[in-house]
């Protein structure tokens, strides 16, 4: 850890660009372990960044700088690295590979123009994956795909590269293909040597390396004609005309930039294989935040506001896409600029709505911007503005949470947000002892603000605090993040907000008679209590006759009688569903009061359920599962064994079903990993409250 303190002093001054075409924000997405984060960290040694490359393992990259991270040895959130090549800004924007942290990811792919996908030459391509692929072909991003790890003892980089044409689309090939200590172009013709590191030697290629070379130059060509928009040139390349090679890289960049063509790069970080490929890429073929069309705004209000573009001088909106707590800076807000020029000393105007039902109140609030800073990695570089289509890191704007939109106090906007994940895996804590409430409240108000994913649920009824997260490693991250900030935490069972109701009609007589001289307490009554169908709530029935409990007290032992329900009885659970009718009472001219009957209609209840059955109500959750289809008997089989009722099926896109069925509660608590576990991550649940139903006896909850 101390030698990746020293390296944070080895960078250099960071550079504010000032034209938005000179910027490219590319977010480097994967599964965990296919080498982002040591791509990022080849990528920032070779451009003169870094001094020398990191290592995920010895816990000293540049982007892994979270304590947890660190010893996951896996990222955990978003980081931005940014890298000077060729006159432009290339933000990297690394995200973790692990399904836990797709917040992350989410906010990374809002804050690029264009995605670099990394995928192990030894591993394949798992569907989460391809889902991400095919959620990024939804908007229309652009994508590439990076071969990385060549160097494993597994490696397959060939059989990779048809792995990820077959799970990724025709229009997915290879723009190099490897060779011994280096690459092949196929568009070139050209063979870049590593042998002797970065920079590569370019050469000519041994004809008879590698194997095929012909025939997937000829494809390659066909494909990037086929997405020219000169018509003429696929009959001119069939006639026999050799395309220039000028017009062949044209009409490719132009392809990528469209977002229906993807070159694959094989890459290896440790010999510097393929990165001036892919940092030539970059610059050449992927969109500048020119050609990103900004996200819709709107005023905080509400009224319609013009679209926006990624001009300099156009309206301030930008949008913090990461907030964390930094123990020496405080509060750290990574921004994207959509639209005019961040300046230092400068007020702004922060908005946030839409968020209230994470625990993100509603809040304006106008701010100054005491300096701008441009992140690599945790280590800050001040700059003095930060223009359209850029990246910047704010500090100590007190107010700002992840989601929310700064704008000019003149013209105050509000972006509409990107899809956040449902955390559905509940986490009950507990501060160790009295004096780490405190320091726990104020960790979780910071974690809160800069985690959309993590919701905090306060208990009423069963008195708990229960943070909600997307799974075990999510949670595992929420907790040593809270004990970092000095909060000594336990975790307990979670506990279920359980009903009763009364499973047959019962009598009961309450008789609250007090003499302590002066004025004392009289009250009697009678009631009948019956119960209800599901959901039929409370009813009240007055049926006294002659006056045997006066008129103004009768709305007094409704009162007793509701304060009981809400109570509970013997086990402490509300009682719901019943209609209690007032019978009989009796009543003192001098001591009755309304004190005394709503005490006395709490004794008629509590009497009724002793001498009837009551019977405790368990909550039903509405559950909708999303799977490919060879999932379908497992899940459906599990949701079985968890006492769940199966309401139907149907087909989705994609070879993917959608199960519909009526789970309770308690079986839901650990449904999110379970069902991870069960289709290898490929599925996804929703759930809703839909009522309460008798528990059988059989049933365990946690208590």
């Known amino acids: 850890m101390a030698d990746k303190q020293n390296r944070s002093t080895d960078t250099g001054a960071a550079v504010a660009v000032s034209d938005p075409a000179k910027v490219r924000n590319v977010v480097l997405v994967g599964p965990s372990g296919s080498g982002k984060t040591t791509l990022a960290e080849a990528l920032l040694a070779v451009s003169g960044t870094v001094s020398r490359a990191g290592s995920v393992v010895e816990g000293t990259t540049v982007c892994d700088h979270d304590p947890a991270a660190v010893r996951q040895q896996r990222s955990v959130g978003l980081s931005v690295a940014p890298v000077l090549h060729a006159g432009h800004k290339i933000n990297l924007i690394d995200t973790p590979g692990y399904a836990d942290f797709v917040g992350e990811l989410r906010a990374g792919l809002r804050a690029a123009d264009a995605a670099l996908f990394v995928v192990c030459a030894a591993e394949g391509v798992d569907a989460a994956t391809v889902a991400v692929w095919e959620e990024c072909a939804a908007v229309g991003m652009p994508r590439a795909v990076v071969v990385s790890r060549l160097d494993h003892h597994r490696a397959d980089p060939l059989a990779e590269i048809a ?12 723009l190099y293909l490897p060779a011994q200590d280096g690459l092949i172009g196929l568009v070139t013709q050209r063979r870049y040597d590593y042998s002797g590191g970065y920079p590569p030697r370019v050469g ?48 490719l960049e132009t392809a990528v930039a469209r977002g229906s063509f993807h070159p694959v790069i094989p890459v290896c970080a440790t010999s510097g294989t393929g990165l001036a490929e892919v940092l030539d890429g970059i610059v050449r073929a992927f969109p500048s935040p020119l050609e990103h069309r900004p996200p819709g705004v709107t005023r905080p209000d509400g009224a319609p506001h013009d679209a926006l573009a990624a001009d300099p001088d156009g309206p301030l909106a930008a949008e913090v896409v990461r907030t964390a707590v930094d123990s020496y800076v405080g509060r750290v807000s990574l921004v994207r600029v959509f639209s005019g020029t961040l300046r230092a000393e400068n007020a702004v105007h922060v908005s946030g709505h839409g968020l209230a039902e994470r625990g993100h109140e509603d809040h304006d609030a106008d701010e100054r911007v005491a300096h701008l800073y441009s992140p690599l990695g945790s280590n800050l570089r001040e700059v003095p503005h930060c223009v359209a289509g ?81 799974g075990e490693a999510h949670a595992d991250v929420v907790l040593s993040r809270l004990r970092a900030g000095g909060a000594e935490v336990e975790t307990e069972p979670v506990r279920i907000s359980l009903r009763a109701t009364f499973a047959k009609p019962a009598r009961g007589h309450g008789r609250h008679v007090k003499q302590s001289g002066g004025h004392g307490q009289f009250a009697v009554c009678d009631i009948e209590v019956q119960p209800l169908p599901r959901g039929g709530g409370f009813e009240f029935v007055d049926k006294v006759v002659g006056g045997a409990v006066p008129h103004q007290f009768i709305p007094s032992v409704e009162k007793g009688v509701r304060a009981q329900l809400e109570r509970g009885l013997s086990d402490g659970h509300p009682v719901v569903d019943v209609r209690v009718t007032l019978v009989d009472g009796k009543a003192h001219s001098v001591d009755s009061s309304d004190a005394a009957f709503q005490t006395a209609g709490a004794l008629a ?59 309770p509660a308690v079986e839901l608590l650990r449904y999110a990993v379970d069902l991870r576990s069960l289709t290898s991550g490929t599925a996804a649940f929703s759930r809703r409250h839909a009522r309460f139903e008798p528990m059988p006896d059989t049933a365990v909850v946690p208590t």
Request: hydrophobic residues 40%.
């Open 163 to 174: 792995a990820c044409r077959a799970a990724f689309g025709a229009g997915v090939l290879p």
């Open 390 to 470: 850029d990246l910047c890191a704010l500090t100590k704007v007190a107010v700002a949470e992840t989601g929310d939109t700064v704008s000019s106090p003149d013209d105050p906007l509000l972006m509409k947000p990107w899809r956040m994940p449902e955390p559905l895996l509940p986490v009950a804590v507990a501060a160790k002892t009295r004096s780490d409430e405190d320091t726990l409240s104020r960790n979780l108000s910071r974690l809160v603000a800069g985690d959309p994913t993590l919701r905090l649920e306060r208990n009423a009824e069963t008195g708990q605090l229960v943070l909600w997260c997307m």
């Open 204 to 251: 000519d290629p041994d004809p008879a390396e590698p194997a095929g070379l012909a025939a997937a130059r000829d494809e390659l060509i066909e494909g990037i004609i086929a997405e020219s928009e000169d018509e003429t040139l696929m009959d001119r390349y069939l006639a026999g005309e050799e395309i220039a090679e000028e017009v062949l890289i044209s009409d």
């Open 605 to 663: 209840l509590r009497e009724a359920a002793a001498a009837g059955r009551i019977t405790l109500l368990e909550p039903l959750d509405a559950v909708e599962v999303t799977l490919p289809d060879e999932h379908l008997g497992t899940v459906l089989g599990d949701l079985s064994a968890r006492r769940g009722r199966v309401l139907g099926t149907e087909s989705g896109e994609g070879g993917r079903s959608v199960v519909h069925a009526e789970v």
